[in-house]
């Protein structure tokens, strides 16, 4: 083997993903496995035929680079129909192999050494990877909980995260993990900001149809001098349980579109040709698909929530998402979610993630008690899960190795 160095300093620090140990940790116990944010149950059976028919009649091969057509312009009709958004599906849509290479292919594309990247913490894991491929620094803000327990950012603490070196805000509402959906207020104080320097925004809005208890998704492409600078991502997964297809798209302005598209072509080039029918096919149902999928989940988050609280963990409100966000200070007064993740399996047989590793070295301290459990599993999971829960307070009081 030869001596030199191998993996590229743009990647250290990104070991081993804390997802894949919480995962192993599930199959080797037999835990609930609340970690990972992907669905136990299938979508809809018009989008999973569709898939089936198109894979039949010999939909197999490479699509064209942008996507095809009909599913561009299903993007481009969701776009109108519910956020009133307009873009050409010709020129300002790109299909991508999930919306985490649209993030990617941004990035890489837009970013060069030295750009700063404002992001709020905590974030989805790719975000600080992705970033530092591409050169860029992450300026982070950190998202804290107000006395209702929603997490909010500091105004002053996003203006001075946007420094002269910052080139993009990448923006992520509903946001993943704290399920918090930015009110028009918020995302007018990070829109006026963009102006202001002159910064491009990369918003990821996966869980857009995924927002409860009246809390409504707004596009930051939909305020005043927005859309000019605002490449918006989406993805099907989120919305028709079917993430392990990898079907999402990057809408903007045709120049930004481009930027995007000369990074995406030398990733994947196109994939997932009878799985764009089938997402083409999901975008297109009616309202009340959408509204029933919102439903069931909050009556999942409401079930945990429950289950949680009757074990002694302080919840935190969750507006939208997969995500439901736990303090363990009152069960583990060190505060340490990591090891409480880790050994939560052996005390009660739930698998959950420990949010801190969901921050940058600067603000973990916000977030190392922290702990996020998804919701979005079959009810049966969740009452079971529900059901373990329940002798996690007892077995945590009698457990002397818990940070006592």
Known sequence: ????????????????SVFAEMTALAVRTGAVNLGQGFPDYDGPAEVLETAREQIAAGANQYPPGTGTADLRYAVSEHQQRFWGLTYDPDSEVLVTMGATEAIAAALLSMV??????????????????????????LSPVTLRPDAEGRFTFDPGDLRRAVTPRAKIILLNSPHNPTGTVFTREELAQVAALAVEHDLIVVSDEVYEHLTFDGAVHVPIATLPGMWERTVTISSGGKSFNTTGWKIGWACAPAPLVNAVRMAKQLFTFAGGTPFQAAIARGLRLPDSYFTALADDLRAKRDLLDSALRGAGLVTHRVEGTYFLTADVRPLRPDGDGTAFCREMPGMCGVVAIPAGVLYTPSGEPSGRHLVRFAFCKQTATIEEASARLASLGSGARNETAMGR
Do not use: N, Q
């Not at 030869?2 to 620090?13: H, M």
């Not at 790719?126 to 620094?137: K, Q, R």
């Open 1 to 16: 083997m030869t001596g030199r160095r191998i993996l590229t300093g743009r990647l250290e620090g990104f070991g081993a």
């Open 112 to 137: 060069e050494t030295g750009d700063e990247v404002v992001v709020f913490e905590p974030l989805f894991d790719t975000y600080a990877a992705c970033v530092s491929l591409a050169g860029g620094v």
